[in-house]
């Protein structure tokens, strides 16, 4: 077996004639292999499949969504609330554990649901000869040495090196980029440097036949096939954690040391204050329940400034609030496999596409009419607009039927268009041109033949017999004696023959692919050949075919600029074709075109270079995706790739985020995908983008509105630890302060609708932390005055209002600490506009939040149940005043100072 595979694939097969392929493969072309030989195969190479990674299993799926820092840290909080009797505290941490596991599984179950829903097996079976007799075998029992005859339609199970060929010719798109079928030769020979598409000799597996049938012997099979080599490729690529879950594991970490210090510091005070009220030495006073219950106090207080301080509601609003826009996403037709994707796309920099059915439509379509001498654009609507003279109305009709008779095209009985891609185009244009056009019965002719490039028909039109010639535009003038010129045959001068051709390089030039046309008449008893009829040719004219651009990819790429990202071609296409494509939708912008050999031939460092210059890379194979993708990254950017076929599978799991196609996708693509688009349409990767910078957007503001709310619990507690004797705020207050204004008031934050401008900015520097220096002095300066009003207002009820106990002043500042967060929250709707404006209830779901919790806290302050469970007591009409100076005067100061730094920061 090891023998075998290594002899296998050292073989340069493209290099090898038929009869040596076949030999040194041990097989006979025309008996196959026999049953025995074909078993003892199979089972030294194993089944023709490609390997596939073993599949999490659900149970393990939920555990993951628990793997993550400030979870861990939850968790200690759980445990420390339960030994310390605070059950309702464990409960409610517990719940919401488990939510943020349920709501992350449910997720990635979804779309790893969503994924197997796209995928379909390809070349389920296969033709082969085996014991001299033609089968039909499951394509996962091929083997090397097996022959296979393919046909029109077919789909290549395995990888081969052609024996026979009649007209062959191969859609390979998926795998070298190729918008138009190649054509394969089984008598042609290659170098033994040579790409994929060059390979005429040799078809792959993955790829499907345009037209013409065929018969190869296998080389390859399973993971040793290009398309098994491409998947070893992809395996090898680490996963590497995206943007938001580095700060994300960063904040945690910051957060618990900080929480640990000031628990420690608030802790040992207490402790301190009570050992000296004893005025015994420390050993002495633990002898005394006064005192320990004084610790045990102290420790209360500690354990509530922990679940202050941790934004216990942080990764259950992290999860919902990309699961949010997972679901939107998935509703603008982009299935989000992995959840975190959704950030790391909207801080993309640098966007690497393919070509053929991304930018492309994947489908030949005619651009140019070239009638005689007259050029005619035709539009995406197929209206017509002439260059100079319009051109003659018969004579475009004649080109029109030229083109839909010679053609090897058809329509099957239920109406669909099937053949080459470049032969059912010319049939479309001829239908949208010319609804009237004629299709004469064929009654003779001479096949295509890539070494001829040209192809005859022969047709019975009015009684009379004419031939029909279409090919490259060099090969059908230099057989053309006259032409076809506004009505009249004239003859075919030097001249005149110069100037076509010169117009047929200029379109080629440009990015079209050219056929020419010609005609002849000729009687009944002209022989059948190529010799006798492709000659005295009459010239009709030359169309000019192209794979369009997407409608809205200029469009989109256009917004890709202003939003500050930059696009990249990364083709297996040829450099003229990719350009013209390049410059027709805006991506080019002066830049470079680099080609698969120049950028062999570069070191890394070099590509380092030059990266940042080159919009379009043509004729590329996979190993020069991965590099350019790695040469980007060096560069410091974050880097999107999108595509379709197998050949993009490694850039996409190399890539900080990969987005395959959902319809024309290959199975390995969409397996390294981040996400799978399932309209193939570019422009929902701009979309993707703009929902991607908007979450993040969304993240930070509800990460520093919960925050800036902790940071101002955190102080109050430990301000007062110094002059209160008993807690300022309750443990069970505390988280409940958490839970009604981390909860709806954070997730409505989490779903604010975007910015007009948010796809006016450049992107944000992924390395920039969540918690900058400006963004931590924000948060602690607006804690800072969250906590004076409402440490003023408690000293004021509780030692200068009369009748008011500490408990009825603990209330106050309850519900003055909810409020003032929950109208907090409206601040963080807009950087530059003042929370009084309308713009600040434009968020309907905040506005929803905010009533239901207002509801909530009013339910907890006169509600005598919930008055026993939280220790409150009802306020009266003076209370609420205090409560309302206490929430309103820390909101117009934070408002002044955030307008100004936000409008400043604007302009700058």
Known sequence: MDDNTATTQETNWHVLAPAEAVSQLETDAAAGLTTERATTLLGQWGPNELQRGEKSPAWKMFLGQFNDFMIWVLMVAVAISALEGQMLEAFAI??????????GFIQEYRAEQSLEALRQLSAPTATVIRDGVEQEIPAGELVPGDIVLIESGDKIP??????????LRVEEASLTGESRA????AGATCEAVCVLGDRTNMVFAGTSVAVGRGRYVVTDTGQHTQMGRIAELLAAQEEEKTPLQQELKSVGKR???????IAAIVFAVGVLQAWQATGMSFADALGQDAFRARITVALLVAISLAVAAIPEGLPAIVTVALSLGVREMADRNAIVRKLHAVETLGSTSFICSDKTGTLTKNEMTVRRLLVGTDLTEVLPDWATSPVEHTPHEADQALLLEIASSCNDAHFTADGALVGDPTETALIVAADELDSGHRRPR????VPFDSERKRMTTVHEVDGSRIAYLKGGGDVVLGLCSSALLRGEVVPMTEEL????????????????RTLAFAYREITADTPITAEALEDDMVYVGIMGLVDPPRPEVADAIDICHKAGINVAMVTGDHALTARAIGADIGLLEGKQVLTGIELASMTDDDLYEAVEDVRIYARVDPEHKLRIVDALKRRGHIVAMTGDGVNDAPALKKADIGVAMGKVGTDVSREAAD???ADDNFATIVEAVRLGRSVYDNLKKFILFLLSCNVSEVLIIFITTFFASTPALLPLQILWINLVTDGFPALALGVDPASPRVMERKPRNAKESVLAPRRQAQVLWQGALITLAGLIMYVWADFFMPGHSAERAQTMLFAAMVFTQLVHAFSFRSETRSIFSTYSFKNKWLNIAFLGSFALQMLVIYAPPMQKVFSTHALSLSDWGAVACAVLVPTILID???TRIGRAAAAA
Request: proline share 0%.
């Open 94 to 103: 517990t719940a919401i554990l488990i939510l943020n596991g349920v709501l």
């Open 158 to 167: 395995a990888d081969g090196r052609l024996v026979e060929d009649a007209a």
């Open 182 to 185: 190649a054509s394969k030769h």
């Open 255 to 261: 957060i618990a040391v900080l929480v640990l210090a």
């Open 442 to 445: 064929r009654i003779a002719e």
């Open 497 to 512: 023959r110069s100037a076509l051709t010169e117009s047929n390089a200029t379109l080629a030039s440009s990015g079209f």
């Open 675 to 677: 996400m799978v688009l």
């Open 896 to 898: 002044v100072v955030k």
